[in-house]
C-alpha cells in the first residue's frame, strides 16, 4: 500500500504541473480533488509536515488556518486549544446538508471536520492524555482508538471486549498493523505464550512485506519511521515473551 502512495503521488504531482499551464484549470473542481489527493499521499507516506503546510494553504477557514499554523511550528498546548475551539463550533452548527451547498469560503465541510478531530486526537496523543482520548473514543464509538486507549490504560477487560467487535475483526483480516499489535498484548496480558509467538510471527511477516512496499530510504524520509517503531516493539514483545518463559 505505501509502495502505492509513493508513485501515485509522483504521477498527480506531473499531473498537476501540466495542469498549472492550462489557463482556468487551477480553479476547476478537478484540480482540488488532485490537491487533496496528493496530500493524502504524503500522510500516507508520514510526510505530515508538508501534508499539514497544504492542508492550510487550500483551506479557506481561517480559525483553521491558525490551528494548524499553531501545530505546525509545535506549539501543541496552544494548537489543542484552537482545534478544541474549532471542534466545538463546528459540533454546535454542522449540517452537512446546507455546508454541501454553500459557496462561501469560511464554510466548513465534513472533511475540515475530520481533519480537525484527527490532529486533535494526534496532539492529545502527544502529551499522553489518555482519559480524555478515551472519553472522545466512547462517544464516537471509535473501537480502533478505543483499543489502542484500554492498552495504555491496561483495562484488558474492556480490550478483550472490543477485540470481538466487527469493526476490528475486519482490521485483523485486512492486516491493520496497529490492531495485530494490540492483539500482542492482549496475550501476554493472559499469559498466552503461544498465541504470542504466533501473532508475533505473523506480525513481523506484515511490517516486513509493507517494508518492501515503501520507496527506497533517503535523507528527509519520514515514510519508514511508522515501521521501523513497529519493529521497535515487536523487538521488545519477543523479549517480553522470552521473560515470561524463564519465569514460568
Known amino acids: ?5 509513493h508513485y501515485v503521488q509522483r504521477m498527480m504531482e506531473m499531473q498537476m504541473k501540466e495542469l498549472n499551464k492550462v489557463p482556468n484549470a487551477v480553479s476547476s473542481g478537478y484540480y482540488e480533488k488532485l490537491k487533496s489527493s496528493i496530500r493524502r499521499c504524503y500522510l500516507e507516506l508520514g ?13 479557506g477557514h481561517p480559525d483553521i488556518k491558525w490551528a494548524t499554523s499553531l501545530d505546525i511550528y509545535g506549539e501543541v498546548t496552544k494548537a489543542i486549544h484552537a482545534y478544541s475551539a474549532l471542534v466545538d463550533q463546528m459540533d454546535a452548527n454542522f449540517d452537512s446538508h446546507q455546508l454541501e451547498q454553500s459557496t462561501s469560503s469560511l464554510a466548513v465541510n465534513e472533511i475540515d471536520l ?10 492529545h496523543k502527544e502529551l499522553s492524555q489518555i482519559t480524555v482520548i478515551q472519553d472522545f473514543a466512547d462517544d464516537s464509538d471509535y473501537a480502533k482508538l478505543s483499543m489502542e486507549c484500554a492498552w495504555k490504560a491496561r483495562d484488558w477487560q474492556k480490550l478483550r471486549s472490543i477485540c470481538s467487535s466487527p469493526t476490528i475483526i475486519a482490521s485483523l483480516e485486512s492486516g491493520d498493523i496497529e490492531v495485530k499489535m494490540s492483539e500482542i498484548f492482549l496475550a501476554i496480558a493472559d ?6 509467538e504466533n501473532l508475533h510471527a505473523q506480525t513481523a ?31 521488545d514483545i519477543r ?4 521473560i515470561m518463559v524463564e519465569t514460568r
Not at 500500500?1 to 502512495?5: E, L, N, P, Q
Not at 523479549?239 to 522470552?242: A, L, N
Open 191 to 196: 499469559c498466552k505464550l503461544h498465541e504470542v
Open 239 to 242: 523479549e517480553s515473551g522470552q
Open 114 to 123: 475530520s481533519f480537525v478531530e484527527d490532529r486533535w486526537i494526534s496532539l
Open 1 to 5: 500500500m505505501f509502495g502505492i502512495f
Open 47 to 59: 510526510e505530515s509536515d508538508i501534508w499539514m503546510t497544504m492542508k492550510s494553504e487550500s483551506c
Open 205 to 235: 511477516q506484515l511490517c516486513l512485506y509493507n517494508w518492501q512496499l515503501l520507496p527506497p530510504i533517503y535523507s528527509g524520509c519520514c515514510a519508514h519511521n511508522e515501521l521501523l517503531h513497529n519493529f521497535h516493539r515487536l523487538v
